[in-house]
């Protein structure tokens, strides 16, 4: 009997939210909303009354002729030292620097390249000379005078940390690892051998390799910061793109296409038309990652529209198979042409945040509700009133979640998924263990004891002790530094020591049962370590 509870508890799903969850819609993405990432070592990101162009800031505002910008400064009504009116020259020139720096400042807050990219090297210039003039700004020993080129100067200083800090953070770079990573998978597999005469290779395991670079780049912590942010989505947005054109490749290369030439007088102009097509992927994927040479998106665009228009002029009236062979190469321009809007993706939009998503808002619905579950079970020990009804109806909403082909959505849905499986777990096992005290008291009570079975009764200890610490688990909400982190981390690996030390004598109901119980903590582990690993969408 006790064998067949334990089956019954570890023979579920948790296995890490690691399921078959793939859609392929797009998904609807909005405005940003940051939020700053505790543990990540970065430059600050500019405050408001740092800098100027922040709503409410207390900067200074720009130059505007004629009005000093600098309260209880010469020159401003209520100062001292001018005339009403008039203003100090060292005023109005750090009011023309502070103008620039104010036209900088939002483009050194967004940039999310390198070091070594030219955009880098501008700002980084631009504002080493406003450095400079601010420094050379002559302030006649005055005190208010040198407090307002400090503060213009403060500026300065602190968008130069700003704009070297996410340059060279290292999820920035990171990011840029994982695309160098990706880029050498696709010279090697695809741009090569095109540029050589020669059929793509690589396939399926080529296929895998860049997936698990799109899956690595979804792991990437950006603390909440707006330039990280881009970096990360603008390349996953391109190794995410190539998987699209590589999948429709394998596609193409499972359908009996294209048509003998004989079949209708339009089939040699949509033969010739899919092996130009057949060209087109691979330069789209050299494009996509910055392996293209000479060519430009403009140029590939061209290109294809000109083929659509081209197949468009076909007559392939009276025959539906040539004219369903023409459609499909139709969409498959259009599948292409659709990735050729790259270029400023991340940089005009917001899509690089995830917060207003509609997958992302539907997951933490799903997560707020698995929360209040949580508390009640936890409260109750035993679950009752249909909460593991619930909980599975929460998993198949789960897997309803659209995640457009997004690695960071389909993550985050993979995490829920496991926050789901970890109270159902939690339930079986308290379930499990009640179930086993009701039926020792009915022995003792029919004075009938069981035969002593002390390796499988060991099991059952661990497994009690597990069940007190997996509901700590489960309501833990602190971070990897905290002490009861660290007490509950250790106090997990004991339980496994324990069960290590457990000699089955034998029996084999004894050895099923601490296999499972070890592959039980293991779990719990594991959802510790995904609670406070501060991944972010």
């Known amino acids: 009997m006790a064998v067949r509870w334990l089956c019954n508890l570890f023979g579920k799903p948790f296995d890490g939210g690691k399921r078959n969850m793939d859609h392929g819609h797009p998904p609807h993405q909005h405005h940003p909303h940051p939020h700053p990432h505790p543990q990540e070592q970065q430059s600050p990101p500019p405050q408001p009354g740092a800098f100027p162009y922040f709503p409410g800031g207390g900067g200074f505002p720009g130059y505007a002729g004629g009005v000093s910008f600098f309260p209880g400064f010469p020159g401003f009504p209520g100062g001292g030292g001018v005339s009403p009116g008039q203003q100090h020259p060292a005023l109005v020139r750090l009011g023309e620097l502070q103008g620039e720096v104010a036209t900088l400042g ?107 670079v799109a899956m690595r780049l979804a792991q990437v912590k950006t603390g909440g910061s707006v330039p990280l942010r881009k970096a990360r989505y603008r390349a996953l947005t391109r190794v995410c793109a190539v998987l699209e054109v590589l999948e429709g490749t394998s596609r193409v290369h499972t359908l009996p296409l294209p048509l003998a030439n004989e079949t209708h007088a339009a089939v040699q102009g949509i033969n010739r038309a899919m092996g130009e097509l057949s060209a087109a992927r691979c330069q789209l994927v050299a494009l996509l990652m910055g392996l293209s040479g000479r060519d430009s998106c403009a140029n590939l665009a061209r290109s294809l529209t000109e083929l659509q228009l081209e197949l468009d002029a076909l007559d392939v009236s009276g025959d539906a198979a040539v004219r369903n062979y023409r459609k499909q190469v139709v969409e498959e321009i259009n599948g292409l042409l659709k990735h050729l809007d790259l270029e400023e993706e991340g940089d005009n939009t917001h899509r690089y945040d995830l917060t207003h998503n509609d997958s992302i808002r539907e997951i933490e619905a799903i997560r707020g509700r698995v929360s209040e579950l949580r508390r009640e079970v936890l409260r109750q020990g035993v679950a009752g009133g249909g909460q593991g009804a619930e909980l599975q109806g929460l998993l198949a909403r789960l897997d309803e979640v659209d995640t457009g082909r997004n690695p960071c959505i389909r993550e985050a849905r993979r995490r829920a998924v496991l926050e789901v499986q970890a109270v159902i777990t939690y339930m079986d096992l308290q379930e499990a263990l009640w179930r086993r005290h009701a039926e020792r008291e009915q022995q003792q009570l029919q004075q009938a004891p069981p035969p002593p079975r002390p390796a499988l009764d060991d099991v059952w200890r661990v497994l009690a002790s597990l069940g007190q610490l997996q509901a700590q688990v489960l309501g833990f909400d602190g971070k990897r530094a905290d002490k009861s982190y660290m007490v509950l981390e250790e106090l997990l690996t004991k339980r496994l020591l324990e069960l290590d030390a457990v000699d089955s004598q034998g029996d084999a109901d004894a050895k099923a049962a601490r296999k499972q119980a070890v592959k039980y903590a293991q779990n719990i582990l594991s959802y510790l370590d995904m609670k406070t690993d501060e991944w972010e969408y």
Request: proline share 5%; glycine share 10%.
């Open 106 to 212: 939002p483009h050194v807050c967004t940039f999310s390249g390198l070091q070594s990219d030219r955009e880098y090297k501008r700002l980084e210039r631009e504002l080493t000379r406003l450095q400079l003039e601010v420094d050379q700004v002559e302030t006649e020993g005055r005190v208010v005078l040198q407090q307002a080129r400090k503060r213009v100067a403060g500026e300065v200083e602190g968008l130069l940390r700003y704009l070297e800090g996410n340059a060279s953070h290292p999820s920035r770079l990171a990011v840029e690892a994982l695309a160098v990573e990706a880029r050498t998978l696709l010279l090697t597999g695809i741009v090569e051998p095109h540029r050589a005469g020669l059929p793509p290779g690589g396939g399926d395991e080529l296929l895998d390799a860049v997936q698990d």
